[in-house]
C-alpha cells in the first residue's frame, strides 16, 4: 500500500534538557506533535493553544509561534519567555525545559494524513456528522480526537471520533458549527464531498480504558456527544456484562436530532439512555426531563457514585459542574473520572 502520511522532508532536533531528544517536521509539525509522534510524554491536553497544559522553557533555538495570542499563555508567562508546544514551530534545532509525566504517552502514535470527505449527515440545525477517509487504518482508541485543517482557516481544529477504530480508514465526528467560527464555518460551507482536508491524529487522554470491570456512565453535552458515542461503542463492542449509562444533554427540542447518531446502539439492553432539555420550548410539548445534565445523572444513578467509571465531554461549564458533583459531593476518584479540556 503507497504511503499517504504526510512527511516532510527537512527536520529539526529538539533535545529536552536532562532527557529524551526528538525530530520536528519543519514546516509542518510543532513542538508538541513531533514529540508525541516520537513517544514523548509531553504534557497536554487541548493541543489548540487554550489550556496551557503544553508550556515549556526555551533554552537555546528559535521558534515560530503559530497563534502569539494563544489563551493558553497568561501575559506573565509571556513575560516570563514561556511558549506553547502546540503553537510552536522550530526554526532550528533547539533546547527546552520540561518536565514529561508518562500520563500523558501517546497509546497510538498519531499521524498526518490527506482526508477525502466521503459523507455528511445533518443531524440537527448546527450540528452534522462527518464522515472521512484515507488510505491507512484508522488506529485510536474510542474517546480520542483528531485535529482536522480546514480550508482558508488559520490553525488546526480539535474534533473527537464518533465511531470505532477500522481498518477502512474512517474517521467520523459530529460537529457542531460555531457562529463566527472560521474552523467549523469552512467545514460546514467549503468542503464539499470528495475534497480533501489534513487529519492529524490521535491525541487526547479520555479514552475507553481496557482494564475497568465497572459500569461505565457517559456524559455528553453539545458536541460533546461525539466522544461519548465512541467511548459507548467501545464499551457495548467488548464481551461481558459491563453497562453503559448514556446521558445527554441539550437544549431545546432542535437538539434531540443529535439522537440519531445513537441509531445503532439502541435495542442494546446493557445500554440505558436519559436525555435532558436545559430550556425547551414548551409550545413544541417536550414531556421529559429538565435541567442540566449533572443534576440528571445525580438524579438517576443510584449511590454510590465510585461504583461507576465516568467518561464526559462537552462546553467548559459542563465539564466543571460535573466534576464538582462526582469529586466534591460524591467523592469519586479522579482516576475514574476521564475527560479532555477543550477551551
Known amino acids: 500500500m503507497a504511503n499517504d502520511t504526510l512527511e516532510p522532508a527537512m527536520k529539526h532536533q529538539i533535545t529536552i534538557e536532562g532527557g529524551s531528544a526528538f525530530s520536528v517536521a519543519a514546516d509542518e509539525d510543532t513542538l508538541l506533535r513531533g ?16 489550556c496551557g497544559a503544553c508550556r515549556f522553557d526555551l533554552l537555546s533555538g528559535l521558534v515560530e509561534s503559530i497563534w502569539p495570542e494563544a489563551p493558553g499563555l497568561s501575559e506573565r508567562d509571556r513575560k516570563r519567555g514561556k511558549h506553547l508546544a502546540c503553537q510552536s514551530r522550530p526554526l532550528g534545532d533547539c533546547t527546552i525545559r520540561v518536565r514529561c509525566d508518562d500520563t500523558y504517552r501517546p497509546v497510538v502514535s498519531p499521524g498526518r494524513w490527506p482526508a477525502v470527505l466521503q459523507a455528511r449527515r445533518e443531524l440537527t440545525p448546527d450540528m452534522s456528522e462527518f464522515t472521512f477517509a484515507v488510505h491507512a487504518p484508522a488506529e485510536f482508541r474510542p474517546g480520542q480526537y483528531a485535529l482536522l485543517y480546514p480550508p482558508h482557516a488559520p490553525g ?18 459530529v460537529i457542531r458549527r460555531v457562529p463566527g467560527g472560521a474552523g467549523s464555518n469552512a467545514l460546514f460551507d467549503q468542503v464539499e464531498i470528495g475534497q480533501t482536508v489534513t487529519l492529524d491524529g490521535p491525541y487526547g487522554h479520555a479514552h475507553l480504558r481496557d482494564d475497568n470491570a465497572r459500569d461505565i456512565v457517559c456524559i455528553a453535552g453539545g458536541s460533546g456527544l461525539a466522544p461519548m458515542l465512541s467511548v459507548a461503542r467501545g464499551a457495548l463492542a467488548q464481551e461481558g456484562a459491563q453497562r453503559v449509562h448514556f446521558f445527554y444533554g441539550g437544549r431545546s427540542q432542535p437538539d434531540l ?16 439512555l436519559s436525555v435532558v432539555l436545559s430550556a425547551p420550548g414548551p409550545e413544541l410539548g417536550w414531556q421529559g426531563p429538565t435541567g442540566f445534565v449533572h443534576a440528571e445523572v445525580e438524579r438517576v444513578l443510584v449511590a454510590p457514585l465510585d461504583r461507576f467509571e465516568f467518561y464526559f465531554a462537552g ?15 460524591h467523592r469519586v476518584p479522579f482516576e475514574q473520572m476521564h475527560f479532555d479540556r477543550f477551551v
Open 315 to 329: 462546553p467548559p461549564p459542563m465539564i466543571e459542574a460535573v466534576q464538582a458533583l462526582l469529586m466534591h459531593t
Open 156 to 173: 488546526a481544529r480539535a474534533y473527537s471520533m464518533s465511531n470505532l477504530p477500522n481498518a477502512d480508514g474512517i474517521w467520523q465526528f
Open 257 to 272: 436530532g443529535a439522537m440519531a447518531a445513537l441509531d445503532d446502539l439502541v435495542g442494546d439492553n446493557r445500554l440505558a
Open 35 to 50: 514529540a508525541l509522534r516520537a513517544g514523548i510524554a509531553l504534557p497536554h491536553e487541548c493541543s489548540v493553544g487554550g
